[in-house]
């Protein structure tokens, strides 16, 4: 029986700069950096949670969205907050781009979006409480 999601891919076009981008800028924590057969295997996770990112080196095209025109691009990972107002402002301090101003409330709490170097979409969100 499947018990748990080990892996979630991010295509990017450099490793070092993505995990520059997802620990020091997001705040999520190194897990697996290891050469691998054919590339490096570099993985970072929410403190505490067992579900990694996988940061797949990979041609620019995959993980560049597709044309906005188009309306289609790649689905964004979500990560939820307990304090999203609060960590906005500290990703923002931290130089982390996002799609609006200020986090906008919704129907099922607060939500905002950043973007990585390779423009790969991080929905952050707040469930109401």
């Known amino acids: 029986m499947l018990n748990n999601i080990m ?7 450099d490793q070092d700069r993505a995990l520059s981008f997802y620990t020091e800028q997001l705040g999520l924590e190194k897990r697996v950096d290891a050469p691998g057969l054919q590339q490096r295997f570099l993985t970072v996770g929410v403190p505490g949670s067992p579900v ?8 620019p095209s ?58 790969n979409r991080i929905a952050l969100r707040q469930r109401k409480s």
């Open 7 to 13: 892996y979630v891919t991010i295509y990017v076009t």
């Open 62 to 119: 995959a993980g560049v969205p597709a044309e906005p025109e188009s309306g289609l691009a790649p689905g964004p990972v979500f990560l939820e907050s307990d304090d999203l107002r609060k960590d906005f402002e500290l990703l923002r301090g931290r130089g982390v781009t996002f799609d609006q101003p200020e986090p906008e409330d919704y129907g099922y709490g607060i939500r905002i979006e950043a973007v990585d170097p390779d423009g």
């Open 52 to 59: 990694e990112l996988l940061l797949w080196s990979h041609a």
